[in-house]
T-cell receptor
Framework: GENVEQHPSTLSVQEGDSAVIKCTYS??????FPWYKQELGKRPQLIID?????GEKKDQRIAVTLNKTAKHFSLHITETQPEDSAVYFC????????????FGKGTLLTVNP | SAVISQKPSRDICQRGTSLTIQCQVD?????MFWYRQQPGQSLTLIAT?????????ESGFVIDKFPISRPNLTFSTLTVSNMSPEDSSIYLC???????????FGPGTRLLVL
């Protein structure tokens, strides 16, 4: 089955700096890669996703890049703000199959004012 | 996106009892999923629930312990049976509409077993 590794497990940045979280996956058949943000005590919320026919996707301060050959994808947050502080999870799925998401272990991002 | 609600939001239960968690979606969805999230941990898939068929369980989870119902395209329940303190966790449901294959999560049910 799919295995998703996520690094780092914790990340502390100063407000205004950029943050990068990286994930690798094992199953070359995976073709859908969402990122979720989970604030303390809240549900995971989808913040951005990318499909394997695209190499990069941006949404304001958030971007995701995908390297299919190397089987890794990354989340980039620019101009970080204290409200970006949360746990971020990457995930991988093979669409058209069982639609199961395999999650990474999460990254606790702390943005210091 | 889909709006998903869960009931109860939290509960404290005695060991040996059972709790049924309800998950309601505001629109018809193809697939619903149940996850467990231990404190400070990632999400672990318990099972996939499709309407009109038996739930598909992941390794380490069995139907006798976690029976699931999916009576229609907007609703599902997960029962945690014969609970022990090890079952204390957050249980989350999610749903996707199939075409977009994007999963949205319910708010979760915080379960404490004494």
């Amino acid at each position: 089955g799919e295995n998703v590794e996520q690094h780092p497990s914790t990340l502390s940045v100063q407000e205004g700096d950029s943050a990068v979280i990286k994930c690798t996956y094992s199953d070359s058949a995976s073709n859908y890669f969402p990122w979720y943000k989970q604030e303390l005590g809240k549900r995971p919320q989808l913040i951005i996703d990318i499909r394997s026919n695209v190499g990069e996707k941006k949404d304001q301060r958030i971007a995701v890049t995908l390297n299919k050959t190397a089987k890794h994808f990354s989340l980039h947050i620019t101009e970080t703000q204290p409200e970006d502080s949360a746990v971020y999870f990457c995930a991988a799925m093979q669409t058209g199959s069982n639609y199961k998401l395999t999650f990474g272990k999460g990254t606790l991002l702390t943005v210091n004012p | 996106s889909a709006v998903i609600s869960q009931k109860p939001s939290r509960d404290i239960c005695q060991r040996g009892t059972s709790l049924t968690i309800q998950c309601q979606v505001d629109s018809q969805v193809t697939m619903m999923f149940w996850y467990r999230q231990q404190p400070g941990q990632s999400l672990t898939l318990i099972a996939t629930a499709n309407q009109g068929s038996e739930a598909t369980y992941e390794s380490g989870f069995v139907i006798d312990k976690f029976p699931i119902s999916r009576p229609n395209l907007t609703f599902s329940t997960l029962t945690v049976s014969n609970m022990s303190p090890e079952d204390s966790s957050i249980y989350l449901c999610s749903a996707e509409r199939g075409a977009q294959e994007t999963q949205y999560f319910g708010p979760g049910t915080r379960l404490l077993v004494l």
